[in-house]
């Protein structure tokens, strides 16, 4: 079992940055593929970016070129620095550790994101 604990979130006025955080319990989280979702109301879950145990990452369309995954395995802990942000980000951002080639999957409690003036 993983327990996974985001921190980082808040109220930023358009334009601004947020950097999001995941702490994760456990000794072999280096192997996992971290990723962050999103989900604002009325919408689905979306995955937001991702970054595998090599360190390869995918980004949503939207999130291009102003979000940035990243890992620290020395820390257990996975990042999420969001620039550029827009009121279109608002939503509760969910950190997710997935086990390569399984089904395995955990999800962290979520931390709300506002965007707005």
């Known amino acids: 079992q993983v327990q996974l604990v985001e921190s980082g979130g808040g109220l930023v006025q358009p334009g601004g940055s947020l950097r999001l955080s995941c702490a994760a319990s456990?000794?072999?989280?280096?192997?996992?593929?971290m990723g962050w979702y999103r989900q604002a109301p009325g919408n689905k879950r979306e995955l937001v970016a991702a970054?595998?145990?090599?360190?390869?990452?995918n980004y949503a369309d939207s999130v291009k070129g102003r979000f940035t995954i990243s890992r620290d395995n020395a820390k257990n802990t996975a990042y999420l620095q969001m620039n550029s942000l827009k009121p279109e980000d608002t939503a509760v951002y969910y950190c997710?550790?997935?086990?390569?080639?399984?089904?395995?999957?955990?999800w962290g409690q979520g931390t709300q994101v506002t965007v707005s003036s």
């Open positions: 997710n550790a997935r086990v390569p080639m399984s089904t395995t999957t955990f």
């Open positions: 970054i595998t145990s090599g360190g390869g990452t």
């Open positions: 456990g000794s072999i989280f280096s192997i996992y593929t």
